[in-house]
């Protein structure tokens, strides 16, 4: 971990405990991501901030998630859609180019090279979900989740309002293999978030290829089947809940993207 990241961990965390809503009777408090009753005490806050372990979930470009209803690229068969998902095991309280350009051969002009915030070439996406929220509130009474806050901070992208937003590059941020998932380090090879994923064979392949993947961070990324479909093993969470879910959670501001380097 490094110290930029245990310096910002230990500064929000506090700051989560100074702003958090004034206790209330029972129930009065709603997570906003959740919709159930939210504010972790002063201890909780210090140990999710302190969590890297992150739930996953890896798309291929272009999966039907990641692309907006009626959009001609998403897929005929949501069914099959080649992810593994991550479930990592439960701690009690304790959570979380440009391409140069030049004449082509009949010497016409090329494409406009592609403007910051748009990827040159698809790049395969990691969905990130921490275990635990940490919401805070400010003077104004708005609420925020402070591991997205910390993360944009760090230099990692910026929110994005759709799946299929374009996402900024996140200089000297990596995702590379580790042993038994996946780890997103900064730049200064602190890490931020491990999932414990395996990546199937062409997800890896495409990552290699374009030397890059975007990765999306925040809550309700269609990872976590919701808990009425935990309750009922026999309830089905469709690929197309999944991608209502995430679409949802883009809009309301709880998911943040970026672009970073692969390295195998």
Known sequence: MSGRRAKRQRREAARAA????????????????????????PSEAQRIAADTEVLGRALPAGHPALTAPGDPARSADTDTDGTEVARTADRGSALSSLDSA???SAGSEPPAAPSPGHAARPAPV????????????????AATELQIEMIVQAGFGARVAAPDSAV???????????????????????LWARAEITAD????????????????????LGVVPPEEHAADPDRAYTDAMRAAELRESCAGGWVAGARVTWRS
């Open 102 to 104: 030049g004449l082509d």
């Open 126 to 141: 990691l969905l990130c979900e921490p275990r635990r929220t940490l919401m805070v509130t400010d003077s104004g009474g």
């Open 201 to 220: 064979a062409d997800w890896l392949a495409a990552a290699e290829s374009t030397g890059h993947a975007v990765v999306l961070y925040g809550f309700r």
């Open 18 to 41: 100074e702003n958090r809503p004034p206790d209330g009777p029972p129930g009065t408090r709603v997570n906003p991501i959740t919709g159930r009753a939210a504010g972790p005490v």
């Open 168 to 190: 900024q590059d996140a200089p000297g941020w990596t995702l590379r293999r580790a042993s038994g998932g996946l780890e997103l380090r900064d730049d200064e090879d602190g």
